[in-house]
Nanobody, 118 residues
Framework: VQLVESGGGLVQAGGSLRLSCAAS????????MGWYRQAPGKQRELVAT????????NFADSVKGRFTISRDNAKNTMYLQMNSLKPEDTAVYYC????????????WGQGTQVTVSS
């Protein structure tokens, strides 16, 4: 399984970006996909997750009400819509796929830079 992120870039505070994560290869029917981010000098942190097939979502408190996560299983793609961006959202954003059943596995993308200017 390979994950490829896209959609990062430079945006002013208050702006929006949409990240995409395309999965290629054979993924399990029960899994959790998520976005994580890592700012310089900080640990990687969870941003949001979405389960398959239920579509249940979970968000970090810092992004609740501003970010939404979705997935298109027909395209094997996950999205992160980021609105009302703040300078503290600046980080490298990573896509993660945690396959649970029937073929457990944990996969990461290469990351995409998001920079929010004040």
């Amino acid at each position: 399984v390979q994950l490829v992120e896209s959609g990062g870039g430079l945006v002013q505070a208050g702006g929006s970006l949409r990240l995409s994560c395309a999965a290629s290869g054979s993924t399990s029917s029960i899994n959790v996909m998520g976005w994580y981010r890592q700012a310089p000098g900080k640990q990687r942190e969870l941003v949001a997750t979405i389960t398959n097939p239920q579509g249940n979502t979970n968000f970090a408190d810092s992004v609740k009400g501003r970010f939404t996560i979705s997935r298109d299983n027909a395209k094997n793609t996950m999205y992160l819509q980021m609105n009302s961006l703040k300078p503290e959202d600046t980080a490298v954003y990573y896509c993660n796929l945690n396959d649970l059943w029937p073929r457990p596995g944990d996969y990461w993308g290469q990351g995409t830079q998001v920079t929010v200017s004040s």
